[in-house]
């Protein structure tokens, strides 16, 4: 293989190392025209008013070189298009409890990907000049889904996430690297708002392992305000995923001002309890300043531990605080005994003393995919 690049791309390269990104050899960094990257979208419809996408509750339809919402799809020649197939701006080896995901495969580790686009505009955001932007306006590599496989596979890890920005908007790029990764024995993991339609989430859980939804509030008018989304279809979502038999974690990012109310939070973790996730761990994340939020404060320690307190009390048996370093609410006990079962330091394992998924002294199972 020639490994010559331009010097255009070389720039390029050093560009994206120089942002964190992961070194991959040769001329994986995006090289090509854009347009090597379009792919006849899933989930189209045409319709009076144009072209119609039935994959997110945005329903955007699109008039002739009309961009969506989650500005990755146009629609070129009458047709929609995902501009994201192959092009992700964001390649890392990431540990799997990074996502996070507590009860499934501890301490492996995940190929993580990313394009640019997401379908809602979290005013919070954290990864926001990957999610609030088109893939024309990112460094990407060139990693179409074989590459992914075999990359992962170099790497030795477990499974691949598809994470960061919103895999939802780039569904065929992720749906069809995870088609290949199942026939290869690796996992997938989808890092996700959980803002999707069910006939194409109960299409992607045929082939995806574990998810981690947030959850971001547990009120419309919130969603709408912090989110531009819509509360109702991300519960739908929740439920089809565990139905489907996707190991699921959830993610309860706790904003100062917006989502701290604990009322709202007791509401929650109650609706979780009555609809059969009581067994489904609960991550409250720490919120930082960023993006459009700039001027509020860190959540406090405090808040994070009451809201766990809460979840508790409403019977949900695996709580978390993230975020949050040195803080004791990383590490898994079993609910039967209370004995300590996964013990975290970041998001390193320091012991592990399940015993086949059981509790090793009452023999509890304890829910995940521990193997
Ligand atoms: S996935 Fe993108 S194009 Fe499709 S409806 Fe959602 S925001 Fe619109």
Redesign the pocket.
């Known amino acids: 293989m020639n490994h010559k690049i331009s010097k255009r791309s070389f720039i390029k390269r050093c560009a994206a190392l120089s942002a964190g990104a992961l070194c991959l050899p040769g001329d994986e960094l995006l090289i090509e025209e854009q347009s090597a990257f379009r792919k006849e979208?899933m989930?189209q419809e045409e319709t009076a008013r144009g072209i119609?996408?039935?994959?997110?509750?945005?329903?955007?339809v699109?008039k002739e070189g009309e961009l969506?919402?989650?500005n990755?799809?146009k629609v070129i020649k009458s047709k929609?298009y995902t501009l994201a197939y192959g092009n992700p701006c964001s390649v890392n080896v990431d540990p799997v409890e990074k996502k996070p995901l507590y009860h499934f495969l501890p301490g492996t580790r995940a190929f993580s990907i990313a394009t640019a686009?997401c379908?809602l505009v979290c005013l919070n955001c954290q990864n926001w000049t990957i999610s609030q932007t088109s893939p024309d306006k990112t460094r990407n590599y060139s990693l179409m889904p074989g590459k992914v496989i075999s990359e992962c596979i170099a790497k030795e890890c477990k499974s691949i996430a598809y994470t960061y920005s919103e895999p939802?908007?780039f569904?065929e790029y992720a749906f069809d690297t995870a088609v290949l990764a199942k026939q290869a024995g690796i996992r997938n993991i989808f890092k996700s708002n959980g803002?999707?339609y069910p006939e194409p989430l109960k299409k992607l859980c045929g082939v995806i392992d574990a998810a981690n939804i947030d959850l971001k509030a547990f009120s419309e008018s919130t969603y709408l305000r912090l989110s531009g989304g819509k509360l109702q279809p991300v519960l739908d979502s929740l439920r089809i995923y565990r139905d489907m038999g996707v190991w699921l974690e959830i993610t309860n990012l706790i904003v100062p001002e917006w989502t701290d109310n604990f009322g709202e939070i007791k509401r929650m973790c109650g609706w979780l309890a009555e609809n059969g996730f009581s067994k489904v761990p609960l991550h409250f994340s720490r919120f930082y300043p960023t993006y459009k939020l700039e001027q509020l404060p860190p959540t406090t320690v405090d808040t994070l531990n009451k809201a766990a307190q809460i979840a508790r009390d409403e019977g949900l048996l695996y709580v978390y605080t993230g975020n949050v370093p040195g803080n004791e609410l990383s590490d898994t006990k079993c609910p039967g005994c209370g004995s300590m079962m996964v013990v975290r330091q970041g998001y390193r394992i320091a012991a592990n003393n399940l015993s086949a998924g059981k509790c090793s002294k009452c023999g509890r199972i304890i829910e995940g995919v521990w193997s």
Not at 54 to 59: Q, V
Request: with cysteine.
């Open positions: 979208a989930f119609m996408c039935r994959i997110c509750p945005n329903e955007c699109l969506s919402k989650c990755n799809r929609l686009g379908n939802v908007t569904y803002y999707i």
